[in-house]
C-alpha cells in the first residue's frame, strides 16, 4: 500500500469540492471518498488502487432511512448494509432488498459497508485484482486476461471485446428490481439518475463503470411507493451458502389482479451482467399472464436469449434460467 493523505469532510459542498480536484471520478481516480472502507481498502492493499488522498465521509449527515411524503423510501448512502436489512419498512415493503443484502457478504462487513460503496462495488475478476495481469478495466487499452482465461465467475450480457466483468454486488440487482433513484451532488450542483442509466455496459472504456464524474457523490437513493399487494423475492445461487458471490441471482417485484394475472412485474439479474441486469423482455413475457411454470420458464428463456458465454461460463446461462423460474414462483406463491 503507497502512502496517502486523509482528511475529513466536514459538510457535503466540502467533500464534493475536495473530489473534484481527482484526475478521473472512478477507477483510478487520486482523491477517492471513504467510508466503510471493505472494498476500497481491499484494493489499495493490493495496489489495485493508489489514491493520494482519501476524503472521509462518515461524519457527513447520510445515514438515515426514513420514508418519503409519496409513501416511498429514502436510504442514506451512509446507512449501513446492516441497518438497511433489518429497518421494518424495507423488511415489510422492500423485502428484495434486505433479502439481498442479508445474502451478500458476512455480518461483520454489513456492518461496515454502506449503501453508497455498495453500489459502487468493484468487481472480483481475478485480473483485476492482480497488478501482473493485463487488465483493460483497471489500465486502459491493456488487454484483457480474462477472454481466454479463468472466467468461471464473469459476465455472460452486457461483455464486449474489452471486458467479461460481472457486477458482484447483490444489492445493486435488488435496487434495479425496485427502480430505485441514485441521489448525486457535484460540481454543479445536485441531479437524480434512475438506476437503469446509473451503471454503463464497458464497451471499449470498461474503466467507466458508472455516470458519476469527478466531485460527484451519491448523498442517498429513493425507493418509489409500490403497488398494494407486491410480492418481492431474491433468490442467490453461489457455490457456498455464505460469504459467497452469486453466480446467478434473481431479484422479483410482482403483483397479480384479482383474477390472478400477474400486473406489475420487475424482473432483474446477478451474476451473469457486467452490470446489475434488468429484464424487459422478461417483464414484457410475463405482463398480463397467469403464474405458471411453463410462463415462468418461457420469460427465462428471453431474459437469456443474448447471453454469450465465455470459455468456461456456459453453465451460468441454464442456472440463471432456473433461479428466474424458482424465483418467479416464490413471489407468486407469496401473492
Ligand atoms: Fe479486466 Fe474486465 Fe478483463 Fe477482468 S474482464 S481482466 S476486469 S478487462
Given at each position: ?66 420514508k ?5 423510501l ?12 433489518h429497518d421494518p419498512t424495507v423488511k415489510s415493503q422492500y423485502a428484495v432488498l434486505s ?127 409500490l403497488?398494494?399487494?407486491t410480492q418481492s ?103
Open positions: 500500500m503507497e502512502l496517502f493523505e486523509l482528511v475529513t469532510a466536514q459538510t457535503v459542498p466540502d467533500a464534493v469540492k475536495a473530489q473534484a480536484k481527482s484526475s478521473t471520478a472512478q477507477n483510478g481516480a487520486d482523491v477517492r471518498f471513504i467510508a466503510g472502507g471493505t472494498n476500497l481498502i481491499d484494493y489499495m492493499k493490493l495496489n489495485v488502487e493508489r489514491p493520494r488522498q482519501l476524503i472521509d465521509i462518515n461524519g457527513l449527515p447520510l445515514d438515515k432511512i426514513e418519503t411524503a409519496d409513501g416511498g429514502k436510504v442514506g448512502a451512509l446507512a449501513r448494509n446492516a441497518d438497511v436489512a433479502q439481498a443484502l442479508l445474502a451478500g457478504a458476512s455480518p461483520q462487513l454489513r456492518n461496515m459497508a454502506t449503501t453508497g460503496g455498495n453500489l459502487l462495488q468493484k468487481t472480483r475478476c481475478v485480473y483485476y485484482r492482480d497488478t501482473a495481469a493485463s487488465c483493460n478495466k483497471r489500465e486502459p487499452d491493456s488487454g484483457c486476461s480474462a477472454i481466454g482465461g479463468y472466467n468461471r465467475m464473469l459476465a455472460i450480457l452486457g461483455t464486449s471485446d474489452h471486458c467479461i466483468a460481472s457486477n458482484p454486488s447483490d444489492q445493486n440487482v435488488a435496487l434495479v428490481a425496485l427502480d430505485a433513484t441514485v441521489h448525486i451532488e457535484g460540481p454543479k450542483g445536485q441531479r437524480t439518475v434512475s438506476i437503469a442509466e446509473f451503471y454503463l455496459v464497458p464497451g471499449s472504456t470498461p474503466q467507466r463503470e458508472t455516470v458519476l464524474e469527478p466531485g460527484d457523490l451519491v448523498t442517498h437513493l429513493t425507493l418509489p411507493k403497488p398494494a399487494g423475492v431474491y433468490l442467490k445461487l453461489r457455490d457456498r451458502a455464505s460469504y459467497e458471490f452469486a453466480l446467478a441471482s434473481a431479484a422479483i417485484v410482482m403483483k397479480q389482479d384479482a383474477g390472478g394475472k400477474i400486473d406489475f412485474i420487475r424482473v432483474a439479474m446477478g451474476g451473469v451482467g457486467t452490470k446489475p441486469w434488468r429484464s424487459p423482455e422478461a417483464e414484457r413475457a410475463l405482463l398480463g399472464k397467469v403464474p405458471t411454470p411453463s410462463n415462468f420458464r418461457a420469460a427465462a428463456e428471453s431474459a437469456l436469449h443474448g447471453a454469450k458465454p465465455q470459455s468456461q461460463n456456459a453453465f451460468k446461462v441454464e442456472l440463471a434460467k432456473r433461479c428466474l423460474v424458482h424465483a418467479m414462483g416464490q413471489a407468486s406463491q407469496n401473492a
